[in-house]
């Protein structure tokens, strides 16, 4: 019986494959007919993945916290993922817009579904189960901060208070980062130390994060839209997916984060420290730090009030309820 030619195209193309790696196509064929066909549980490893959720208490909703915490991760790997592969290109227009496009979608149904942190759990049992987590906190985050040296100079990290003096001197970014805007918020409330969250990790991360930064100097996302040329650096698809992204980073999820915080941490007549002890009433709110990625882009009025219509909002919403 004779074999269909498109079945016989592609063993002559195997074959040519296998060829020039200097391998045996009869080999890997007989690997393929002893092999076990794919599963959907075995392809994405689903015992392990619901395997790895382990609550420190007997709190119901820590399984929440627990859970939604890794979902966001691992949006955070495929912004990256993403991030990665416009850097591997190069200055493109159309790819970068593209996959800005997708990492966009990637942090809309990050901040659209943030209401399971949000209203999803119970004020007592988070209030509880929090105390078992000291000091680890989502500020510990290193794929976040990834995203942010991907995304921008180096420059547009550094706290706002000394961001301008450092501007033009020429300061490596082993300096820089000593400055970057996350450390000030975690420092202990009472003493400005800073706190052991922090200090974890920095241990873990700090040498990581710096040669990352100093890798992408030429070719994060702002560098490489400036090595565009004029006609595609004014293209109104690129400028929008570079200003969502500026919006969805630097506005959106910092303010989800601080809806929730508002919710379960705040208190009359005092504050209560977040976990960790950093300190989310000025960490959070982006008019603390107007952290923006791509300031070209937007008018002097929109970095001016920078995030403050959204926190108006949230504390507006939170005193009526």
């Known amino acids: 019986m004779s074999l269909p030619q498109p079945i016989v195209d ?190 974890q990790f920095e241990e873990k991360y700090s040498v990581e994060l710096v040669r990352l930064a100093e890798s992408l100097e030429r070719n994060n996302m702002l560098a490489l839209y400036h090595a565009l040329p004029e006609a595609d650096r004014n293209s109104d698809e690129l400028r929008v997916a570079l200003k969502q992204l500026d919006v969805n980073v630097n506005i959106n999820w910092p303010l989800v984060h601080y809806k929730s915080a508002v919710r379960y941490l705040q208190a009359n007549p005092a504050d209560i420290a977040a976990t960790g002890g950093t300190n989310w009433q000025k960490y959070l709110p982006p008019r603390f730090q107007k952290r923006i990625f791509y300031p070209e882009l937007w008018s002097a009025e929109e970095q001016e009030n920078w995030g403050k219509i959204w926190v108006e909002n949230v504390l507006s919403s939170q005193v009526k309820s």
């Not at 040296?149 to 501007?167: N, P």
Request: charged content about 25%; overall charge negative.
């Open 10 to 199: 592609r063993i002559k193309l195997l074959e040519e494959k296998y060829t020039a790696m200097g391998q045996d196509l009869l080999s890997y064929l007989d690997g393929l007919l002893y092999a076990d066909v794919c599963t959907y549980w075995d392809y994405i490893r689903l015992d392990t993945l619901l395997s790895l959720q382990q609550p420190r208490t007997q709190f119901p909703d820590e399984t929440v916290f627990i859970m939604y915490h890794q979902v966001t991760e691992l949006y955070f790997k495929l912004a990256l993922h993403e991030l990665k592969q416009i850097v591997e290109r190069g200055p493109d227009a159309a790819f970068m817009t593209e996959r800005l496009q997708r990492v966009n979608r990637y942090f809309s149904v990050l901040t659209s579904s943030f209401d399971i942190m949000v209203e999803g759990m119970e004020r007592e049992q988070f209030q509880k189960f929090r105390m078992s987590l000291l000091p680890a906190s989502g500020f510990q985050s290193a794929q976040y901060r990834m995203i942010e040296i991907y995304a921008t100079d180096f420059i547009h990290l550094v706290d706002k208070d000394v961001r301008e003096s450092m501007r033009n001197g020429n300061h490596p970014v082993a300096e820089l980062f000593e400055h970057i805007y996350w450390k000030a918020g975690a420092t202990e409330l009472s003493s400005g130390k800073k706190t052991l969250t922090l200090r």
